[in-house]
C-alpha cells in the first residue's frame, strides 16, 4: 500500500540568487550574469508519515526534463539531507538540472529530504559534552539512516521507475552523516559525495576508527566524492579519512578527493557540487573529467 505517501503540489522555482552557473560550468551566454534569467525547477513535493521517526516527513523530488515518464528509462536515485525548498535543494537540483542537460552527467532522480530536527537526525552518539550542548537532541543518525533504509527507499521505489543505483549528498552534518553511512552500512549507498564533512564529532571517532572499517567494506564498486574548504576543524580529519581510504579500500572503490582551502564553510557546497556529481555521476570517460578512474584518482589535487 501507498497510502502514507501524499502529493503535495507540483511547484516551479525560478530563485534569482540561483541564476549564476554552478562552479566549473560555463556561463551559457555573454549575457551579464545578473541580467540572465534563473532557470524554472519544476519539482513534486510529498509528505511522508514515518513510524521510524514518529513524525511527518517532507520530501522533494526533482526530475530532469525529458526524463522519468511513464515510459522512459528509469533512473538512479540521488538522495540529499537538508533537501527542504528553504535549505539546499534548489541550487543542487539546478546544477543536477544544468549537467545533465549539457550530457557532464547521466540523469538521476533527486530526492530531498527536508530538516525537522537536523542536528538529532545527522549526528551519531557523542561523549563529547560540548557536542550534546548544539541542540537539545543529538546522536539520532542510525535512526534516521533506518527511516531512509526502510521507508524512504522503498517508497521512492513505489512511486517512481528506479534503477537499484543510490547515491547520496550533504554538506556539514549532513556530510558526517555520510561519512557514518559509508563506514557503519556501507552497502546503503553506491555513491557518496560528502562535502566538508563534519567529521570533529566527537572528538573525531569516525576518523579514528576508520581504517579499520574502510579494510572491512565490501568488493563492491562505489564512487567516492570529498572535499573541504579552509575548516581548521575539517580540514585535518578529512584529510586522514581520505588517505585510509586510498590505503585501504578495495580497488573496486572510486576516491575523488578534491579540497578546495580557498573556499569557506558557507561557499564550498555551492563551488563543489558541479565538480561532485561530475566525479560521480560524469558521463565522461577516465581521457576527460567526469569518470574517476580507480581509487587512487585525486589523491594529489
Request: some cysteine; proline content about 8%; overall charge neutral.
Amino acid at each position: 500500500m501507498k497510502k502514507a505517501l501524499f502529493a503535495l503540489a507540483v511547484c516551479c522555482a525560478a530563485v534569482p540568487s540561483f541564476a549564476q552557473a554552478p562552479a566549473g560550468m560555463p556561463a551559457a551566454s555573454s549575457q551579464p550574469q545578473a541580467a540572465r534569467p534563473a532557470p524554472t525547477l519544476t519539482f513534486n513535493t510529498y509528505l511522508l508519515e514515518s513510524a521510524v521517526l514518529s513524525e511527518t516527513r517532507r520530501i522533494n523530488v526533482f526530475v530532469p526534463p525529458g526524463h522519468g515518464g511513464k515510459d522512459a528509462a528509469p533512473l538512479p536515485v540521488l538522495y540529499m539531507p537538508d533537501g527542504g525548498q528553504a535549505e539546499d535543494f534548489p541550487h543542487v537540483a539546478e546544477t543536477v538540472q544544468t549537467l545533465v542537460a549539457a550530457g557532464r552527467m547521466m540523469p538521476v532522480l533527486l530526492v530531498g529530504i527536508e530538516n525537522t530536527e537536523r542536528r538529532r537526525d545527522l549526528t551519531g552518539p557523542t561523549t563529547v559534552e560540548s557536542d550534546k550542548k548544539i541542540a537539545p537532541r543529538v546522536g539520532g543518525s542510525a535512526a534516521f539512516r533506518q527511516f531512509i533504509r526502510t521507508e524512504l527507499m522503498p517508497y521512492i521505489a513505489a512511486n517512481f521507475r528506479v534503477t537499484a543505483d543510490k547515491g547520496i549528498v550533504g554538506e556539514s552534518l549532513a556530510g558526517l552523516f555520510i561519512v557514518e553511512t559509508l563506514l557503519v552500512e556501507p552497502a546503503l549507498f553506491d555513491r557518496y559525495v560528502a562535502i566538508s564533512p563534519s567529521v570533529w564529532w566527537n572528538d573525531e571517532a569516525l576518523v579514528r576508527a576508520a581504517d579499520a572499517r574502510i579494510k572491512a567494506l565490501p568488493a563492491a564498486p562505489k564512487k567516492i566524492f570529498l572535499t573541504s574548504a579552509d575548516e581548521d576543524n575539517i580540514v585535518p580529519g578529512t584529510a586522514r579519512l581520505a588517505a585510509a581510504l586510498l590505503a585501504h579500500a578495495p580497488a573496486a572503490v572510486s576516491l575523488t578527493f578534491k579540497p578546495m582551502p580557498k573556499e569557506h564553510h558557507g561557499t564550498i557546497y555551492r563551488a563543489s557540487e558541479a565538480v561532485a556529481l561530475e566525479a560521480v555521476y560524469g558521463t565522461r570517460t577516465a581521457a576527460g573529467t567526469g569518470a574517476v578512474p580507480g581509487k587512487s584518482a585525486g589523491a594529489a589535487q
